[in-house]
C-alpha cells in the first residue's frame, strides 16, 4: 500500500492536492493501491465533496479524525427528513431561505440554524443549535452524524470545549476536549495530550511493513509523528516548492524551506525524496553534498501527466490568452491584467481569460473595472480546463515561485506558448525562450513596474514577430515527455 500524508484541502485547493490526484490516478493505473490521508480538521464542508471534486475516490481517502470510528467517507446523504425524525415532539415552525433553514420551537427558546449541501437540495451537512440565545451545539452529517461540538459562552463568545466523534450506530467513539487551544483526546482505553499524538497512533495502526510505501507532502505538526511510527515501511518526501531560500544561503549555510526543514534534517532516516524536475533534483544532491555530507537518493517524477495531447478542433481563437491559478497575491494575476491593458495599445485584439478562484477575486474585478477592460478580460472562474486550452494562443503567467506548474504542463499538452519569468523550476522546464514563448530574466532588483513592462514586451514580442506555428509545435514537442505512460513508469519504478 501507498500511504500519502498531507494536511487539509478545500474548494480552491493548491498544487499540492492536484498533484496528489494526479498521482491517484498514476497509481490506480499501475496497479498500486494507495490511500491519501488528511490530517486537517474541515468543518466548513464535508471533506468527501473536495476530494470528489478534484478526482480522489471515497476509498482512496482516509481522514484522521473518522479513521477512529466506523464511519467511511461518503458524501452527505442525511437530508430533512432524517432531522425532522430526531427532533423533540413539541410544535415547531420550519423555514428556508437558500442554503440554510430555521427551526423554532413554540414555547421554547431554542432554535435550530441548517445549513443545507445546495441551494436546491434537502441534504443537510450541519446544524447548529442555540438555545437562550447561546450557541450550544453543532451536528456535522454525512449519511449519520459523525461529529458534534459543544459550545458555552465565554467573554461574551462562543467557546467549543469539547467535539464528540460518533459510530455509525451512535456510539461515542473518542472525544477531543478543547481547554483555551490547549487539545486532550479521550479514548475509552487511552488519552493523547496533543494531535502530533494523535497522528502517530493513527500512522501505528495502520500496521506498516516493509511492503508499505509513505509518501508525505506536507510534513508540518505530522511529520515527526509519521516518521516514530512508519516502523520498516519506506517514507518519501514529495518537495513541492523551492526548498531553499537563495538571499539566506552562502557557501558555508543554507537556510533550508521551513516547509522542508525538519524532513531535510532527518534526511539519514528518510529513504527518498521526489522533486518535480531535473533542475532541482540535481540542485538537492549537490547542496545535500555540500552543507549536510550525505547524497540522498532522488527520483525526478512530474507531479502530473497527460492522458493525451489536446488539439483544437475549429482553431485557436484569435489573439488570445489565458491564465490559471489560485487567485492568490503570489501569482500577481494584476500584474497580468496590468501587461494586458497596456499591450493592448499595440496589439488592440488581445483577449485575456482567467481562470481560478481565491482570495484576490475582487481586488482583480475592481482592477478591471478601474481599466474599462470587462469586453476583454474575463475572470472564468473555476473550471475543468482539460478541453480548454488547446483554444488559446498564449498561456501567460506572471508566478515568481513555481515548482512545477501543473497548469504550464497542462498548457504546453494544448500546444500553447508559454510566457513566464526564469525562475526556479517550472517555468525553465516547460519554456524554450525563444522557441515557444519567452523566459523572463528576473532579479531581486526589478521593481513591479519593471516585471509589468518586460511582461507587455513579450505579450507585443509574441503577437507580432514571433512564428507562432512553430511555438506551438514545439511546446507539443516538449509535451511527449509527459504522457502518462511515461510517467508511469516512473512511478512503478519507485513503488514496484
Request: aromatic fraction near 14%.
Amino acid at each position: 500500500m501507498v500511504y500519502n500524508f498531507n494536511l487539509g484541502i478545500g474548494w480552491a485547493s493548491s498544487g499540492v492536492e492536484y498533484a496528489q490526484s494526479y498521482r491517484a490516478v498514476m497509481l490506480r493505473n499501475i496497479g498500486a493501491d494507495a490511500k491519501f490521508i488528511f490530517t486537517d480538521m474541515i468543518t466548513s464542508e464535508n471533506i468527501e465533496h473536495f476530494t470528489e471534486n478534484i478526482g480522489f475516490l471515497d476509498s482512496e481517502i482516509i481522514w484522521l479524525y473518522t479513521f477512529f470510528t466506523d464511519y467511511k467517507i461518503a458524501p452527505v446523504s442525511y437530508t430533512l427528513e432524517d432531522l425532522k425524525k430526531t427532533l423533540p415532539s413539541v410544535q415547531y415552525s420550519y423555514s428556508r431561505k437558500g442554503k440554510i433553514g430555521k427551526l423554532f420551537f413554540r414555547n421554547s427558546n431554542v432554535y435550530y440554524t441548517i445549513y443545507f449541501v445546495k441551494e436546491q437540495s434537502d441534504l443537510v451537512h450541519r446544524v447548529e443549535i442555540v438555545s437562550n440565545g447561546c450557541l450550544i451545539r453543532k451536528d456535522y452529517f454525512t449519511y449519520g452524524r459523525i461529529f458534534s461540538e459543544y459550545y458555552a459562552p465565554l467573554d461574551k463568545k462562543a467557546h467549543m470545549y469539547l467535539r464528540r466523534f460518533f459510530n455509525e450506530n451512535g456510539s461515542v467513539a473518542y472525544e477531543e476536549i478543547n481547554d483555551d487551544g490547549k487539545v486532550l483526546y479521550r479514548f475509552p482505553d487511552k488519552i493523547f495530550c496533543a494531535k502530533e499524538e494523535l497522528v502517530g497512533y493513527m500512522v501505528s495502526q495502520l500496521r506498516l511493513t516493509k511492503d508499505d510505501v509513505v509518501l508525505i507532502d506536507r510534513t508540518t505538526g505530522v511529520g515527526q509523528a509519521i516518521l516514530e511510527n512508519a516502523g520498516e515501511a519506506r517514507v518519501g518526501i514529495v518537495v513541492h516548492a523551492d526548498h531553499f531560500s537563495e538571499n539566506n544561503t552562502n557557501r558555508d549555510y543554507i537556510l533550508w524551506n521551513n516547509y522542508y526543514e525538519y524532513s531535510f534534517a532527518m534526511c539519514r532516516h528518510i529513504d527518498f525524496y521526489i522533486t518535480s524536475t531535473d533542475e532541482q533534483s540535481q540542485l538537492m544532491r549537490e547542496q545535500f553534498r555540500k552543507y549536510q555530507g550525505v547524497t540522498p537518493t532522488i527520483y525526478t517524477i512530474p507531479v502530473g501527466s497527460l492522458d493525451e495531447l489536446k488539439y483544437p478542433a475549429a482553431g485557436r481563437v484569435p489573439y488570445s490568452i489565458m491564465t490559471a491559478s489560485r487567485l492568490a497575491v503570489e501569482k500577481h494575476i494584476d500584474w497580468i491584467i496590468e501587461a494586458v491593458v497596456k499591450a493592448r495599445e499595440t496589439v488592440p485584439q488581445l483577449t485575456l481569460d482567467i481562470y481560478g478562484k481565491g482570495g484576490e477575486e475582487e481586488k482583480l474585478l475592481e482592477l478591471i473595472k478601474k481599466h474599462g477592460a470587462e469586453a476583454y478580460i474575463v475572470l472564468k472562474g473555476q473550471q475543468n480546463l482539460k478541453e480548454v486550452y488547446q483554444n488559446y494562443e498564449l498561456y501567460l503567467s506572471a508566478s515568481t515561485s513555481e515548482g512545477f506548474g501543473l497548469t504550464l504542463m497542462e498548457a504546453v499538452g494544448g500546444g500553447l506558448p508559454i510566457i513566464g519569468f526564469d525562475v526556479r523550476y517550472g517555468n525553465p522546464t516547460f519554456i524554450d525562450d525563444g522557441e515557444n514563448g519567452y523566459l523572463i530574466p528576473m532579479d531581486a532588483r526589478m521593481t513591479q513596474k519593471q516585471k509589468i513592462e518586460a511582461l507587455t514586451d513579450r505579450l507585443i514580442r509574441l503577437f507580432t514577430e514571433a512564428d507562432l506555428e512553430s511555438f506551438h509545435a514545439r511546446s507539443y514537442e516538449k509535451a511527449r515527455k509527459y504522457l502518462t505512460k511515461e510517467v508511469e513508469q516512473r512511478w512503478k519504478k519507485l513503488v514496484g
